[in-house]
């Protein structure tokens, strides 16, 4: 009541609000009032002895009493001062005041949900010119220096560190795309900016944020139904490598266009060579890639088995009908965990001391070689007397220093990995038709061969090129055509490729529009154009007028040629069935609606609250 009397009042009587209590109270509580007013009386402090204190220790007392009532009525000195700017102040508590200093925070339209929109455009400009065969390199130098060279979306946004909040959900979509499918984060990309841009022209002419988000839910749910209807080929054997190759061709031309001839049966052997009896067991992580800088691409070859690029430890290189035994633990005798002090008097003493040591580790070693054991795969270190011993009895040592290559090394072999240095069982032991050191491209490289075998658990494809950043950019190209083996074994369905299903869509998604009443039919509409996106960028890209790309595709769609893409290579159309130009089913489906899903979680978006970053000085 006191502080909304004290509103009402002058502004020049307005310094300090009474914090007096009513005068009911008072009445009804006088030694409550008093009590409150004032304080009880200091106690005396008392020394060790129960004696009065000194001069002194009574001045210090004094002095941090004083100190501590000085920094009370100075917090409700600044207590009182934003009191009154409260009251003065007509707005009341705004967002401000309920942050810390240095908080941001960005509301309505214009401020946050356009902002927003910004944002994602840029990142989907900087991807869009590579998307195709013709798509562009985009230098990419990230915090450590190391820099990238390529056109693969899903390098390009994790090397940015993108950092701006909504720019950031349509990274981590890019990134959930590549960890489950594999191939299509451009798309998704690409997809979510155009359409946000599409909504912002919505929201400008005045359409509610709810019906934009309506629409588009609507456009994305009827695309994902009609999708289904547009299978044009299906691999059945997934044995048959040249089903295979057919349905691999597209997503490794799209990464490395005019090597997808070479590349595609490489890719396709490979997986084909490690398929197991049950194809929904088939493991991405068992089709290795060795780069070795040298040469041209067309010497890559694959290899049944797997390439170590490392030598040897010792002077055996070459074993044949290799028996194989792979410690994970360090080849050495086994130290006592205490620490203990030998008394030697003589020399006689410690050459028996040496002897003892030296006999124990050749009975080890001894007892390894007679179970057959002629190659030995060591994690960590090698200890000079080991070496000694392990080179008197013929056996070939390689040292892998990588547990994940360790791992795949015992698949390939059936070995198993071993925590203790010893003899091992028969079935801990694993074999390989032959191990050798050969010289690739100047560099040592140890391979363990399967070739006697039909199908193997390991494949190697062996990739070359003149410099690092080709090499790196051949592997992401092999990489996302076993990515899309993998989904095959899932759902083996394939649609037309270079733009022909998004236009198709395209068309269908704007005859849904004419038949929707209310607002949501806009949504819609722009939905339908955005689909258009991909084909005009395949045109751009291959250097072709949009437009009339566009309209060609239309005129033969309406003409009955309903399987006809753009064709990069001429101006026109180009029969996608005839080219075997197809893109995965699944792979397009989920990308479209991974895209679609992020774009209507920014609309969402109307305030932005960012807090002030912990620790270091203010950026």
Do not use: W
């Not at 339209?109 to 798509?135: H, Q």
């Not at 220093?401 to 360790?406: A, D, G, H, N, T």
Request: aromatic letters at 4%.
């Amino acid at each position: 009541q006191n502080f909304i009397n004290a509103g009402n009042q002058d502004s020049n009587s307005l310094h300090t609000p009474s914090l007096a209590p009513p005068r009911e109270t008072q009445a009804a509580a006088p030694h409550a009032s008093s009590t409150f007013a004032s304080p009880p009386p200091p106690v005396q402090a008392q020394t060790a002895e129960g004696s009065t204190p000194s001069p002194r220790h009574r001045h210090s007392c004094t002095h941090g009493r004083t100190r501590h009532r000085t920094l009370e009525k100075r917090g409700e000195a600044q207590a009182r001062k934003k009191m009154t700017q409260f009251l003065k102040s007509s707005g009341g508590v705004g967002l401000t005041d309920l942050l810390k200093d240095g908080s941001k925070h960005f509301s309505g339209v214009d401020e946050a949900v356009c902002k927003n929109i910004e944002a994602c455009k840029k990142l989907s400009d900087i991807t869009r010119t590579s998307i195709g065969p013709n798509g562009m390199n985009k230098i990419v130098v990230n915090h450590l220096g190391r820099q990238f060279v390529t056109s693969d979306a899903a390098t390009i946004v994790r090397e940015m560190e993108v950092v701006h909040p909504a720019a950031k959900l349509v990274a981590l979509a890019a990134k959930t795309q590549e960890e489950e499918i594999g191939d299509n984060t451009n798309l998704v990309v690409v997809f979510a900016g155009v359409l946000l841009e599409s909504a912002e022209g919505l929201l400008r002419q005045g359409l509610p944020q709810a019906d934009i988000i309506s629409g588009f839910t609507t456009a994305a749910k009827a695309v994902d139904k009609e999708m289904e209807k547009m299978e044009v080929q299906r691999v059945k054997d997934l044995t048959n490598v040249d089903e295979v190759t057919k349905a691999l061709h597209s997503s490794i031309a799209a990464k490395q266009y005019g090597l997808e001839d070479f590349l595609a049966p490489l890719v396709a052997k490979a997986c084909v060579q490690i398929l197991p009896k049950d194809p929904a067991n088939f493991s991405v992580d068992n089709v290795r890639v060795a780069k070795i800088p040298g040469m041209t691409v067309s010497e890559s070859f694959l290899m049944k088995g797997f390439v170590l690029t490392r030598d040897s430890e010792g002077t055996i290189k070459h074993v044949k009908g290799a028996k194989v035994v792979v410690f994970g633990t360090e080849v050495d005798l086994s130290a006592t965990e205490t620490k203990g002090n030998v008394l030697i008097k003589n020399a006689e003493e410690l050459m028996n001391y040496s002897k003892s040591e030296e006999e124990s580790m050749g009975k080890i070693v001894k007892e390894i070689a007679d179970t057959g054991v002629n190659v030995l795969v060591a994690q960590t270190t090698i200890s000079e007397m080991a070496m000694h011993f392990l080179e008197r009895n013929s056996i070939m040592v390689v040292k892998c220093p990588s547990k994940f290559e360790l791992a795949r090394l015992c698949k390939l072999t059936g070995a198993t990995s071993l925590a203790r240095f010893g003899a091992p069982l028969p079935e801990e032991m694993g074999a390989a038709d032959a191990v050798s050191v050969d010289e690739i491209g100047g560099i040592k490289c140890c391979t363990f061969n399967r070739e006697s075998q039909e199908q193997t658990r390991i494949a190697t494809i062996v990739l070359r090129s003149s410099t690092s950043s080709s090499l790196e950019d051949l592997q992401r190209a092999v990489e996302n055509g076993v990515n899309n083996f993998k989904q095959l074994t899932k759902d083996p369905r394939m649609v037309p490729g270079a733009g022909c299903t998004e236009l198709r869509l395209a068309a269908f998604v704007k005859d849904l529009a004419e038949k929707t009443p209310g607002l949501e039919q806009y949504a819609i509409k722009k939905y339908a154009e955005t689909l258009e996106i991909i084909p005009q960028t395949l045109a751009e890209n291959a250097g072709q007028d949009t437009t009339s790309t566009v309209s060609d595709l239309y005129a033969a769609h309406a003409a009955g040629n309903v399987l006809h893409g753009v064709n990069i290579e001429e101006p026109g159309t180009i029969d996608v069935q005839k080219k075997g130009i197809f893109d995965h089913m699944v792979a397009k489906r989920e990308a479209l609606s991974c895209a679609a899903t992020v774009a209507v979680t920014v609309l969402r978006v109307d305030t932005i609250i960012m807090s002030k970053q912990a620790g270091g000085p203010a950026q």
